[in-house]
């Protein structure tokens, strides 16, 4: 009996540990700065979405990025003006609401959406490029 429980025990703990570990989307498709960066840098194509609130962009931005504020009441069905099929790149400040949004572009069948891991204040302490109005 005590062997049992013991075995259900363990098998919790492990679901916990890998169900809930690091990551901002259920595709888990996340890049450091760094490696974001060069990613941006070697595909034009690919659009940069900055989820930030427009009072956030002010303080500083990466450059490319459109901002599509994940907090406006419009942000669900601005998506669905997007081109579905095109690569995109979403940040944030820490990697929540980017991490938010690129569920719901999944969601909505995007197929590749990447985020930014730790965010735009990442990005900053990373000391990587950043643009301001």
Do not use: Q
């Amino acid at each position: 009996m005590i062997t049992a429980m013991k075995n259900i025990l363990i098998a919790a703990f492990a679901f916990m540990i890998f169900s809930c570990g690091p990551g901002n989307s259920s595709s888990d498709n996340t890049l450091p700065p760094g490696a974001f960066n060069d990613a941006l840098k070697a595909d034009n194509e690919i659009i940069l979405l900055d989820v930030r609130s427009p009072e956030e962009v002010t303080a500083g931005f990466i450059e490319r990025a459109e901002n599509m504020n994940y907090n406006d009441e419009g942000f669900s069905s601005s998506l669905d003006n997007l081109d579905h099929s095109k690569k995109y790149f979403v940040y944030c400040a820490s990697g929540k609401r980017s991490g938010k949004a690129a569920d719901l572009m999944e969601e909505k069948g995007f197929t590749n959406v990447t985020t930014l891991e730790g965010g735009f204040n990442a990005w900053k302490a990373t000391g990587l490029p950043v643009k301001t109005n």
